[in-house]
């Protein structure tokens, strides 16, 4: 058996480089459906993996109109505010290695490296991005989707059995009450111009309201029933997007369970990652053992029109 000269740099990376990429390609296959941001907020990869962030710019029109004479000079204008805001983005990484052990014993019995490295690496980072889009990071003075304090928060009605506030201590009613108000909350205050067709709960309050029974032969939960009568949907006849999420279990006030309802597009909130995670070519960190950059630009969640959302807690 001909043996490889991983003392050779030459030799060694000419081993690594197919394996890398045969690796590669195996992990951008896979999915991972447990970091679900993408599919909880817009997500916005403008930029760049070495862009610093972007500005954009909010605005308001100003001016009322007003009765005048035929004759009058006194001309009401309208005017325009604007305001710039700074979004800025985060540089992070998570990579893998492997050790000349790894490769020898690879080379000798003519196998390839498994990927489990780089699958662990990838999952690493998937893990990270949806911790800050889902929470923020206080490291950096960045909020989530669950947890902004711009957007408008207030409690249930604490008029369930007890005084209590939670789905388990309130009759139907009393819920798809608590569920409307929160849906209606966004487009009463943005002067009905943002209407709010996402409903995420805690995904034990999900599961409840899918398992209670409702009707005089039990045949409806209350969750097809708030499908069905949701203010979203009797307005605008379209479906509800109802999600779970584990985030909003304690995401509340005091750690209570929060619901929240909001517009689901770009202009009224947005996730920036303008460099989503991606593996660099290998490079020898010394004799015994070849690295695997990770890297990933982050910018985080932005509220653009906090008020086209509402928080509702103690559920």
């Known amino acids: 058996m001909v043996r490889t000269n991983f003392n050779d740099a030459q030799q060694a990376m000419g081993f690594l480089a197919?394996?890398?990429?045969?690796?590669?390609?195996?992990?951008?296959?896979?999915?991972?459906?447990?970091?679900?941001?993408a599919s909880l907020l817009p997500v916005n990869t403008d930029g760049g993996m070495w862009s610093y962030?972007?500005?954009?710019?909010?605005g308001d029109i100003a001016g009322s109109a007003e009765f005048l004479a035929h004759k009058g000079f006194d001309m009401p204008l309208a005017d325009i505010a604007t305001s710039q805001h700074m979004q800025s983005n985060h540089f992070a990484g998570i990579g893998y290695e492997y050790n000349r052990g790894e490769l020898e014993r690879a080379a000798?019995?003519?196998?390839?490296?498994?990927?489990?490295?780089?699958d662990a690496a990838r999952s690493v980072a998937e893990s990270f991005i949806y911790g800050i889009a889902m929470r923020g990071h206080a490291e950096k003075g960045m909020t989530g989707l669950v947890n902004s304090p711009i957007v408008p928060t207030a409690n249930v009605a604490a008029d369930g059995t007890g005084g209590l506030t939670t789905f388990a201590s309130k009759n139907p009613d009393q819920i798809s009450r608590d569920i409307n108000a929160l849906l209606n909350a966004p487009y009463n205050s943005t002067r009905e111009t943002k209407r709010a067709n996402r409903l995420m709960l805690p995904t034990t309050r999900l599961q409840y309201l899918s398992t209670t029974r409702?009707?005089?032969?039990?045949?409806?939960?209350?969750?097809?029933?708030?499908?069905e009568n949701n203010s979203y949907t009797l307005e605008t006849g379209q479906p509800l997007d109802i999600r779970g999420s584990r985030e909003l279990e304690t995401a509340g006030v005091g750690g209570t369970a929060r619901m929240m309802a909001f517009a689901a597009d770009r202009s009224v909130v947005q996730f920036h990652l303008p460099g989503p995670h991606e593996f660099l070519e290998a490079w020898r960190?010394?004799?015994?053992l070849w690295q695997v950059p990770g890297i990933m630009n982050i910018g985080g969640v932005e509220w653009r029109r906090p008020k086209g959302a509402a928080y509702r807690d103690g559920i």
């Open 18 to 37: 197919p394996q890398l990429l045969r690796i590669n390609t195996t992990i951008e296959m896979m999915e991972y459906p447990e970091f679900n941001y």
């Open 285 to 288: 960190a010394h004799a015994m």
């Open 53 to 58: 962030g972007s500005v954009f710019y909010s």
């Open 214 to 227: 409702i009707g005089s032969d039990g045949s409806d939960t209350v969750l097809k029933f708030i499908r």
């Open 108 to 118: 000798e019995l003519g196998r390839n490296l498994t990927t489990e490295k780089a």
